[in-house]
Every structure is written in C-alpha cells, then in structure tokens.
C-alpha cells in the first residue's frame, strides 16, 4: 500500500489530499467535492498534462506563435511532444485555433494555435 499526498488543483480551493492505492484499489480523502476525487486518483494512475509552447512565424506581425495541446497529454510524451514543437515552424498568417501538428507525439492530441498573428 502506497499514500500520496497531492494538492487539489481542479478549482480554488487547493484541498490536500491523500491518495491511497492498494493493488488495484484507490482511495481519495481529503477533498471537498467529487473534482477532487477524480483528479486524485487520475493523478496517480494515469497523469496527464496540458503542454503549452511557441512555435516560430515567418512573415508575421509578431515572431512567434504560442501554442497548446488540446485535450491533455499523457505525462511521460511531454518530451516527445516538446520535440515535435520544437521542430515546426509556420508562415503567416496563423489563426487561433488553428490545428498547428496533428495526433503530435502518437497520443490523439493536436496541438492549436492561441493567438492569431497576421501578416506584417
């Protein structure tokens, strides 16, 4: 049997939790609403992340485009994932919301655009 102690971090609260697993079973305490029981036992079974980035832009009014996986990622492909950011590179004009790499690292997310950058 395992205990981990984990700070809520699905609304403002910040309840400290334990989370407890013993072979296949996995208790949440500690949590004040049913957010914090899911995010508990995600937390350590299956982490997952939201990865955020820029990406360069040539020709645009700004530099660099910032950029995010949607939906979450599973956590150990947050290296693989920043590779395959690293590498891109865009031409103005880039709209948010634009889909910038598709199924990015083989994990079903893409990664979008957050901001529009027009052409300079």
Excluded: W
């Amino acid at each position: 049997m395992e205990t981990r102690e984990l700070t809520c971090i699905q609304c403002p609260l910040g309840c400290q939790l334990a989370v407890t697993v013993d072979g296949d079973a996995v208790t949440v305490t500690g949590n004040t609403c049913q957010r914090g029981a899911v995010y508990g036992e995600k937390e350590v079974t299956a982490p997952t992340r939201t990865v955020t980035g820029t990406i360069p832009v040539d020709g645009g009014e700004i530099a660099r485009v910032s950029v995010k996986t949607a939906p979450d990622i599973p956590k150990d492909k947050i290296f693989d994932v920043m590779a395959e950011i690293r590498s891109a590179h865009l031409t103005a004009p880039v709209e948010a919301g634009r889909i910038i790499i598709h199924d990015v690292a083989g994990t079903g997310a893409d990664v979008i655009a957050t901001k529009t950058v027009k052409r300079s």
